[in-house]
Every structure is written in structure tokens, then in C-alpha cells.
């Protein structure tokens, strides 16, 4: 039986907010996400895509029910090695060169974890980034940018890839192409991966689709689980 990675149960997330006074974003989220699952998040916007990921994340708590990671370890042990998050808006630090934003995280957990021994520029490479390795994020187009959030959050191997919107300014043929790059280096590995996206060619990808509205999430289309 495949390990449990992360699991919600009645989670609820409200915010305070000027005029309404109970913003309540997630309503009763049950789920549960396991080794090697492929899942996509789909729903329209604000429907509580990223809060839902902040949250498998360990980047915001509930305000209602609980989460845990079962096989991953507590909270503060998330980020960066057991969780890869991807974040909706572009998150390179400005000063380092690309080469160095897939490498910081590595060197900060301490390890030499990079994908399958490679170095960053060769896991650039394999991601058609190698001759922006030495460029600072500046330089970048948006979709280049996106691209090396995935190779960063990638590098340190970890067991649950959480990806907001991560091909959401790629043209179709570019987000295909990433997403076929991340599940061949997924592909073998246990690692599983939570894709929020409003792309359907992209949600189709993926094995297992959960849909989110006004903040109840759904999940149906299993094909394949476990
Ligand atoms: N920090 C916050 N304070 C108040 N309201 C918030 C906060 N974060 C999110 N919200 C509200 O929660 C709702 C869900 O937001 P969320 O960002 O999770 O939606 P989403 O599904 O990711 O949308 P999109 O597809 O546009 O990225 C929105 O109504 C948003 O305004
Ligand atoms: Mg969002």
C-alpha cells in the first residue's frame, strides 16, 4: 500500500476581510494525497486553488479541521527538501543567476541532492535552460521564469511537488512540453504531485482530478490511484 503523504480533514480556511467579515475560502476539504499520485486541481478563479496548496504545503494552517503529513515529518521539516512548491507568481531571488536559484535551496538544506546527481546547469539543460544558467531572473521571459521554478522545486528531490499554475504563461505547446519533462523525471520515482491549473489539456495529464468550487473540493475521474 502506497504511503499517505499528506491528508485533510473538514478544512476549513476563512479570512477576515474589510466588508465581509468571514471570507470562508475552503469549506469541509476532505482529501488525501499519496505516493506517486498525480492529482490536478481544477476551478475557476478564487475558487481556493492556491489557499488549498498553501495549505497541503505547510505554508498556511487551517482555521478549521487539520492537516497532516504522515510520512513526511512535522511541519517545519516540509520546505525544502519533502515539498517542492511552485508558486503562482514568480519567486526567483533577483541577485542570484538561474544556475544559482536551483542551487540555493540545495545548499541551504545542506545536501548534494540534485536531481539524479546532476548539476544545476545539466538539470537546466535537461530542461532546455542551459543557456539561460548564468542570467540573472531579470533577464528572463515570464514562461522562462515559471520553467525555472519547476527545475528549482525539482532539485531537491522531493516526495510531494505541489505546482500552482505553472504553466500559466507558457503557449500550449511550451506547457506541454514542460509538463512531459517533469513527469519523465517523476516518472520512477515515488515522488507524487498536486498540479493546480486552469489548462484542461494539462489537468488531463494527470491521473487523478480534483475540482474545486467556491472553496468544497470534489474529486472524481480517478483513473488510476495508488
Ligand atoms: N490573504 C487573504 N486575505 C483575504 N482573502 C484572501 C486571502 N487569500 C485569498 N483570499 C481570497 O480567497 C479566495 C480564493 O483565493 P485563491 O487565491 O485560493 O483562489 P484561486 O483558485 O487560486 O484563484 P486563481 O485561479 O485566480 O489563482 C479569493 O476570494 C481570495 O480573494
Ligand atoms: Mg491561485
Redesign the pocket.
Known amino acids: 500500500m502506497s504511503e499517505v503523504l499528506a491528508v485533510c480533514r473538514n478544512v476549513d480556511?476563512f479570512?477576515?476581510?474589510g466588508s465581509r467579515d468571514h471570507?470562508l475560502?475552503?469549506r469541509n476539504v476532505n482529501c488525501e494525497i499519496r505516493e506517486g499520485e498525480r492529482i490536478a486541481l481544477s476551478?475557476?478563479?478564487?475558487?481556493?486553488?492556491?489557499?488549498?496548496?498553501?495549505i497541503l504545503g505547510g505554508l498556511d494552517h487551517p482555521t478549521g479541521g487539520e492537516i497532516e503529513w504522515p510520512s513526511l515529518g512535522t511541519v517545519e521539516q516540509l520546505r525544502p527538501r519533502q515539498i517542492g512548491f511552485i508558486f503562482?507568481s514568480p519567486s526567483l531571488f533577483p541577485a542570484l543567476t538561474v544556475a544559482q536559484n536551483v542551487e540555493l535551496p540545495v545548499i541551504l538544506s545542506g545536501g548534494d541532492a540534485l536531481y539524479d546527481g546532476k548539476d544545476a546547469s545539466a538539470l537546466l539543460s535537461a530542461f532546455s535552460l542551459g543557456d539561460v544558467a548564468d542570467k540573472l531572473p531579470e533577464e528572463l521571459s515570464g514562461g522562462q521564469a515559471q520553467r525555472v521554478a519547476m527545475v528549482r522545486a525539482l532539485a531537491l528531490r522531493p516526495r510531494l511537488v505541489l505546482a500552482?499554475?505553472p504553466t500559466g504563461q507558457l503557449d500550449g505547446t511550451t506547457a506541454q512540453s514542460l509538463m512531459d519533462r517533469v513527469l519523465e523525471h517523476l516518472e520512477g520515482t515515488r515522488a507524487a504531485m498536486v498540479v493546480?491549473t486552469?489548462d484542461q489539456a494539462i489537468a488531463l495529464r494527470m491521473t487523478i482530478r480534483w475540482t474545486?468550487d467556491h472553496?468544497r473540493l470534489t474529486s472524481g475521474n480517478s483513473s488510476e490511484k495508488g
Open positions: 480556511r479570512f477576515l476581510s471570507a475560502v475552503l476551478g475557476p478563479s478564487g475558487s481556493g486553488k492556491t489557499t488549498l496548496l498553501h503562482q500552482d499554475e493546480a486552469h474545486i472553496g
